[in-house]
């Protein structure tokens, strides 16, 4: 076993702005800035359920971009221009962005399961001047366009077999038609790079706004956490409109020059048979994955038995919290150690757990290197070890917290309190300096006087061998004013029942503390999720307060 490292040390001797110079543009820097010395290597891996496959370089990245940087320009997309790109795990994602990087623009990540209502309100509070989109997904963008004055240009790929329509403009003409040489936009590391929206699961969606020192600002992270190394493989199966992938096996990874497998599961939703062959074809080292696609795996081990996954070295997970049972079945069945950690689009994964560190299982973790957090209450003072309180992220010393929120001040005076972040996420700190995540400051439940965290409710109930996933929400009651209800999906082979009910309230009662178990216990075929795959226990409240409100 590898010696334990000395976190201590190594926290105090990290300083997370060493090597950000005054002027950067990541869509050269990760392109161009590699092509001296990994010019040849393999950038992207891509290939589709259809058995499409593709690959790129470094250099060819960097022509390609080049060529699209050009023609965006002749077309009238200027430095700051915000860039919104509805596109699936396909290259012209990557290549879109790293081309409005290079020019100085803007590109804005979503989702491809947004509707028209949700494209027109991004493209509309962005003030996109453009849209990359797919013939497969360009009718919700013909639907919004009528809705968005700013928008001038719609350019989309042909894929999946449909031509582009002839009243469109063409991505890969767009491409071929753009000149090899371009002069690059000369930017500030602090000039605005991209904008990532939230799910919106409370109120509209805010646009999150990150600069273009991002890919330098979390080596911490990328050597600690995700344990990148200099011949890695990685990949991350959600659809890369969203933070995780977009900043793990793409700005980190295209950073120091790694190799990054991109997989379109068109028929939708993550299956992972194929990516048990996906780790087998391409070698793939390092995994990001949610806890949700960890527990599939899981399910779905018996598709792994004839598989070669010795390459696979190393597994994060993040997006909601791993529980204890997750990480344990995972190392007894396929032998790999996932680290959890925690984060938001406003400032990544700032809590995490550490190679070569003791992982205390149903932790975060620690902070990482050179983030300076503490817990603390409503009125902006730390409490003491040991009680709960909001983590808070020192804003001036983090190179890659969040600039602000798109044309949102209001929401940035709640979240930026001096020269603190206030996230919202209720954490408790141990004696051994490890974070507990408890919920968010909106989701703790005030039951009979006690305040009882959802989520270690939900990862108790996740302990019971009935149980795959579980949401905890407070429910209206006449005598109490409210209790814990508990939303259940159940394994295979188990079949809700009053008498499985009992028992799963009986397990927290004695696994977990008497006032903790839930009272109302409903089971369910799925719970309600945002499109990158966290819980809407927001959705889950509302239903309740609707279904259970006390009389008047």
């Not at 069945?333 to 925690?342: A, E, R, S, W």
């Amino acid at each position: 076993m590898a010696e334990e490292l000395d976190y201590q040390a190594v926290f105090d001797a990290a300083d997370p702005w060493a090597g950000i110079p005054e002027r950067y543009n990541l869509g050269v820097a990760l392109t161009a800035g590699n092509v001296p010395r990994l010019g040849d290597r393999v950038a992207l891996f891509w290939e589709n359920t259809d058995g499409d496959r593709a690959q790129y370089t470094y250099a060819q990245l960097d022509r390609l971009t080049n060529q699209l940087a050009g023609s965006l320009v002749e077309l009238g997309v200027r430095r700051g221009d915000r860039v919104f790109l509805r596109l699936p795990n396909v290259p012209a994602f990557y290549i879109s962005a790293l081309a409005v990087a290079k020019l100085g623009g803007v590109f804005i990540p979503s989702s491809t399961m947004f509707r028209a209502k949700e494209i027109v309100y991004r493209v509309n509070d962005s003030g996109a001047a453009a849209v990359i989109t797919t013939t497969g997904l360009v009718d919700e963008v013909r639907t919004a366009a009528s809705s968005c004055p700013d928008l001038e240009h719609v350019i989309t790929l042909a894929y999946g077999g449909a031509p582009t329509p002839s009243d469109l403009l063409d991505f890969d003409r767009l491409i071929e038609d753009g000149p090899a040489d371009f002069e690059p936009a000369d930017t500030a590391n602090d000039d605005i790079a991209f904008i990532a929206y939230t799910s919106g699961t409370t109120g509209d969606p805010k646009g999150v706004v990150h600069m273009h020192r991002y890919p330098l600002a979390y080596e911490g992270l990328i050597t600690w956490w995700h344990d990148y190394r200099p011949d890695d493989v990685v990949a991350c199966p959600p659809e890369v409109g969203w933070m995780l992938p977009v900043a793990s096996t793409f700005l980190y990874a295209m950073r120091h020059g790694l190799s990054i497998v991109l997989y379109h599961e068109t028929s939708g939703g993550f299956q992972p048979g194929n990516w048990f062959d996906l780790i087998e074809r391409y070698r793939i080292t390092n995994f990001v994955g949610t806890p949700t696609i960890y527990r599939m795996m899981l399910k779905a081990q018996h598709e792994a038995a004839d598989r070669d996954l010795s390459a696979w070295r190393h597994g994060v997970s993040a997006g909601e919290p791993l529980p204890p049972d997750t990480y344990v079945q995972f190392f007894e069945t396929f032998g790999k150690t996932i680290l959890d950690g925690i984060g938001m689009s406003e400032c990544m994964v700032y809590c995490h757990n550490f190679v070569s560190l003791v992982i205390r299982m149903g932790s975060c973790g620690r902070p990482s290197p050179g983030v300076d957090i503490r817990v603390m209450d409503e009125s902006m003072n730390e409490v003491q070890p040991g009680e709960t309180g909001v983590l808070c992220v020192r804003r001036d010393t983090h190179p890659g917290m969040m600039k602000q929120y798109w044309n949102k001040p209001e929401q940035d005076a709640e979240v930026f309190r001096g020269p603190w972040y206030y996230s919202g996420d209720v954490v408790e700190v141990d004696e051994y300096g490890y974070y507990w995540f408890k919920g968010r400051a909106d989701d703790v439940i005030k039951a009979s006087g006690y305040r009882i965290s959802p989520f270690e409710v939900e990862s108790c109930l996740m302990t019971h061998p009935a149980v795959l996933e579980a949401a905890v929400v407070s429910s209206p009651d006449e005598l109490r004013g409210s209790v814990v209800k508990a939303f259940v999906v159940l394994r295979d082979g188990h079949v809700p029942s009053d008498a499985l009910a009992d028992e799963l309230q009986n397990h927290v009662k004695s696994e977990a503390a008497p006032y903790k178990y839930p009272r109302r216990v409903e089971f369910t075929d799925a719970l309600p999720k945002t499109a990158s795959g966290k819980i809407k226990r927001a959705l889950l409240r509302q239903q309740e307060m609707g279904q259970n409100t006390p009389p008047a």
